[in-house]
């Protein structure tokens, strides 16, 4: 069935196949934010639905988030993602993202309108970020690795399922 997205309930957690677009304009990563976590700002994307290529999945998130068909340049990144959520419909269980970051070089008159939402209807806004700003973003790579895009795909894991024992007893 088309449209339905990649995120299946496994082992009391979920898995989400995801991908990313970075939107890159005069040294700028073009970040997405939400009402609800002001603060922390993330890449432009979603999840991919059943019967889409990862590109074809990017393509309409950026659409979607943006107002703007862009053609992607490239895939950049695969991020792997362990990591408990704290969104109201999952809080607290396990959440495996596997991201397909595609870069996208914003065209001189590109000029997004956001019109999304969180899972939790949260109203989205976007926001040009500097690389090397002090402001906390997601993917926190995206710091070191975009001043300098390698041609290459790079493999990043980040890993926050291991929650300390404070009970004394140690694992």
Request: glycine share 12%.
């Amino acid at each position: 069935m088309m449209g339905t997205d990649m995120c299946v309930p496994c082992e009391g957690g979920l898995v989400n196949l995801r991908v990313g677009a970075i939107i890159m304009k005069d040294g700028q990563s073009l970040m997405v934010g939400n009402k609800r976590s002001p603060e922390y700002l993330y890449s432009v994307g979603g999840r991919i639905q059943f019967g889409e290529t990862a590109e074809e999945a990017v393509r309409r998130e950026v659409r979607e988030e943006t107002g703007v068909d862009m053609e992607v340049d490239r895939l950049g990144f695969v991020h792997e993602n362990y990591f408990y959520g704290d969104a109201p419909r999952q809080h607290g269980e396990a959440d495996l993202r596997d991201i397909l970051l595609f870069l996208h070089e914003g065209p001189p008159d590109f000029a997004p309108i956001c019109g999304s939402f969180t899972e939790d209807g949260q109203k989205e806004f976007l926001h040009w970020v500097p690389i090397d700003t002090p402001v906390p973003y997601y993917p926190g790579f995206f710091r070191t690795e975009l001043l300098a895009p390698s041609r290459e795909v790079k493999y990043f894991l980040n890993d926050e399922r291991q929650r300390p024992d404070f009970s004394g007893n140690g694992r």
